[in-house]
């Protein structure tokens, strides 16, 4: 199973929004509607921000969003802070493998 | 509130084994499934495996299947990953994380981590 592909970086200033892709193909990402993002700041454990796609967990921004369209899911962050920076990971049901896969992590930087 | 605290990380020569172990509170353990993540230095996450909350069905990437087993014991609230058969390559922070009640792979609580460093 091959991970889901994200951009490598996503940049923005304060008070953007950006958007973090996450393209997969229609045995993960496609098929299902069982996307989550999570957040990953430095040298500490990841944190669950969006699950099913767009639910976002009681205590997350609702300056964070998720969607979908085809084989790929998107992480909208709007109104971005200085906080944001972090690691952001998608990760998808996939028929392939009960564990489920990961994509390959995205870089946001707050300039 | 739900906490998750892993243990049993350190140094390893390749071919040696390991066993970690993560206790949880603040949550019904036995009616979770709980996972295995690992994280490489400077890559992306990884699963590593899966357990029903009864211990009755397990799950491996195919990248340890046969070398890590994942146990559980419910009446110690307590998650195990026995890791044999060590490679270099095996080298990562391991965080364990417990399943959400929903359909698909979301898991919602992490551990902090344990550092797992497979080097002669």
């Known amino acids: 199973q091959s991970a889901l592909t994200q951009p490598a970086s996503v940049s923005g200033s304060p008070g953007q929004s950006i958007t973090i892709s996450c393209t997969g193909t229609s045995s993960d990402v496609g098929g299902y509607n069982y996307v989550s993002w999570y957040q990953q700041h430095s040298d500490k454990a990841p944190k669950l921000m969006i699950y099913?796609?767009?639910n976002r967990p009681s205590g997350v921004s609702i300056r964070f969003s998720g969607s979908k369209s085809g084989n790929t899911a998107s992480l909208t962050i709007s109104g971005l802070q200085a906080e944001d920076e972090a690691d952001y990971y998608c990760s998808s049901y996939t028929s392939s493998s009960t564990l489920g896969v990961f994509g390959t992590g995205t870089k946001v930087t707050v300039l | 509130e739900v906490q998750l605290l892993e243990s049993g990380g350190g140094l390893v020569q390749p071919g040696g084994s390991l066993r970690l172990s993560c206790a949880t509170s603040?949550?019904?353990?036995?009616?979770?499934?709980m996972r295995w993540v690992r994280q490489a230095p400077g890559k992306g996450l990884e699963w590593v495996s899966a357990?029903?909350?009864?211990?009755?069905?397990?799950y491996y990437a195919d990248s340890v299947k046969g070398r890590f087993t994942i146990s559980r014991d419910n009446s110690k609230n307590t998650l195990y990953l026995q890791m044999n058969s060590l490679r270099a390559e095996d080298t990562a922070i391991y965080y364990c994380?417990?399943?959400?009640?929903?359909?698909?792979?979301?898991?919602?609580?992490w551990g902090q981590g344990t550092l797992v460093t497979v080097s002669s």
């Open positions: 357990i029903t909350g009864g211990g009755e069905n397990t």
């Open positions: 099913d796609v767009s």
């Open positions: 603040g949550f019904t353990f036995s009616g979770y499934g």
């Open positions: 994380a417990k399943r959400t009640s929903r359909t698909g792979t979301t898991v919602d609580y």
